[in-house]
């Protein structure tokens, strides 16, 4: 088995963290974005969505998606359930892993892609919807704050794959336009709960 990364990326690091809380260990292939080479035919011909995280199964066939890579490590290594355990459980770290995709992951995304010089020429640019989008992001920390009132993590009161899922989104926000705004002390307690985990550096 072998993972194709990116050190930098932030679907590549909820993929590492989830294997270092599951205690798995998978040989890394890094992929040189700034070369181009996910871009490359041989690399399209391995994952024609040409991204990362991407593993490679002993058969030599492929999977994408991390939270596809994540379910399939789940499948393997039950222990312990970051996805959750039973109908219930399961059913609300699905949905707060959604969430945090939906409201925080991909607004901040969208900040840096249309505000960010790193994308000019890369990618098409908006920057009115990029600002819009960081607006959102903020007011969504906002509700999160409140939401981590009620319990230690984000779909419990035990660390699942939704809190992977919005410390990675929040990491780049912190890096990209999108802080975490030091006033929202709930945040701010489950963000250093969930960064001093040994996970967190993976
Ligand atoms: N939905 C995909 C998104 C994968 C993705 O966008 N990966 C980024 C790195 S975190 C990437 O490979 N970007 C390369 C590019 O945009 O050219 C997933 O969850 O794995």
New binding site residues.
Partial sequence: MKLYD?KA????RRVRIFLAEKGVSVPTIDVD?MKRE?ASAEYLAKNPM????LLELDDGSFL????AICRYFEALHPEPPLFGSGALEEARVEMWNRRMEHELQLPIQDGFVHLSPFWAGRREQAPEYGRQRQAYALQRMQWLDTELAQRRYIAGERYTVADITAQCALLMGKATGSPMPATLTNLERWWKDVTSRPSARA
């Fill in positions: 990116l990326g932030l679907n590549t974005m996910n040409g991204a990362m995280p994408s998606e991390s939270i």
